[in-house]
């Protein structure tokens, strides 16, 4: 079997098994929060452009809103980056690299945790490599233009829309172009110059958007970075940064990718593949290793820095393992722990059934327990209801649970047009992208001389609130205690009517306490 084919047989079975996992587990509470989004499309949204929530509702529309519907796209861009991946290494170094650089992007935690949920990242690592190498082809035809040089744009353009860290691949082509003498003259052809003006074009729907929304997205991200409140010295959130690279990417696999990246650097000004491929990792990876000397950023942040950088490792080291045995025995057993942390982080069930523990968070905790816990909050407002003689309606105290209900919902009451099924207290802060759809607080406008609820607390404002005069329940994380501030002031009562727990081989996975919030009279000025 040649490497091509055996390649094509390696990512197709595996995304046949990465399919049939989709709907063994809950979704993750970002996919919850971007099923949401799909169901109310819209140019950009509060922290993300509109990319995941487009392909959420073409997989959905076709399969339904379930775990599957959700997730369809997920292995599929994993399969597509895997083959990129590989004819780009071929194309680079030989089939041969190209194989070893597929096998190890999918033995990566990372990876196939990626791969199976369906988040902004896998379209953005998607949309960055395709552009990376569409990018190298266009480099290959220099000096005659190409149209691979307004594809790398629009490429680029589509990742900037799933994820705006993808507007750093503008900076790796610009420094590729200005720091390789045989380039420099690209800047006076117009080929970069329609890659940026098509790319230009990708950036109105979020720039409009925020222009209409107060730049919300850069307050957002301003604060997501941990400078909001200042920029300090904090060594010990670098070795966090560093030290969650290597469990995300398996400790093995992370020091070979290390190793590879530094030892390649003294060829940086005589091989042009390393160059281009450094100058792909670089600026990410810097970027957010400057942010975590103040506040540790997540390994899936600079998880586009890695494309660049795996591709140099392999540069660096396939020769090396072909040419020694230990080498190879070494690459075998990095390989085989990382597939054995992938698939202990996508099924820890493995370690509990067998009575291990995790010394850390569960990874897989965040798949499980919201169907089973929704339930039980669907019935307890459904026994209320009928007992009270009324029709309640829902809060959660964040996104995650909102968002989470709202997607387990049986009966899902919306109660009018982009109203979300469950709402997240009220504030005069915008916190999410709830700050944007309907809320229970808001006002609507009624025609002139209908009379106004005696209840209100005050009249100022235009319209009335439908809620006034009606009773909700409050679902909160257990953790904590009592009931916030803006849910009390604003209810007449309230009483705690259960706690919901979930429990996994004895783990407590989920603990709400829920509470009944009588009379709601809006929020006193």
Known sequence: MSTTRAVWFFVGALTVIRLSMLATTDLEFDEAHYWMWSERLAPAYFSKGPGVAFAMRASTAIFGANEFGVRFFSPLLGAGTSLLLFYFARRLFSATAGLWAVVALNATPIFNIGALLMTIDALSVFFWLAAMFTFW???????????????????????????????????????????????????????????????????????????????????????????????????????????????AYSPFLFLALAWGVIGSWRRLNQQFKVLFLMWFGLPVFTFYLLLSINKSAAPNWDGLAFLGFGLLAIYFWWERVEASFMLRLCAVVALLVGLSMSVIALNTDLLRSAGYELWRNDPSDRMRGWKSATGAVEKMRNDLEAQLGEKLFLIADARDRASEISFYLHDKRTEGPGHPPVYIIESQDIVNQFSFWPRYDEFIEVNPGIQRPESEVYTEENGINPFVGRSALFIRDGEKDGVPHNIRVAFQSTESVGTIEVRRYGKLLRRWQVFLCRNYRTLPL
């Open 137 to 247: 082809l266009a480099l290959e035809k220099s000096p005659r233009f190409s149209w691979y040089w307004p594809l790398t744009g629009l490429l680029i353009g589509l990742g900037f829309l799933s994820k705006y860290t993808n507007a750093f691949e503008l900076v790796s082509i610009l420094l590729v172009l200005a720091l390789a003498p045989r380039l420099r003259q690209e800047f006076a052809r117009p080929g970069l110059y329609l890659l940026l003006g098509i790319f230009g074009l990708c950036t109105v729907p979020p720039i409009v958007w925020n222009a209409q929304h107060a730049w919300i997205t850069l307050v957002h991200l301003r604060s997501r970075g941990g400078v909001g409140h200042g920029f300090g010295l904090h060594p010990v959130e670098i070795l966090e940064f560093l030290g969650e690279h290597f469990l």
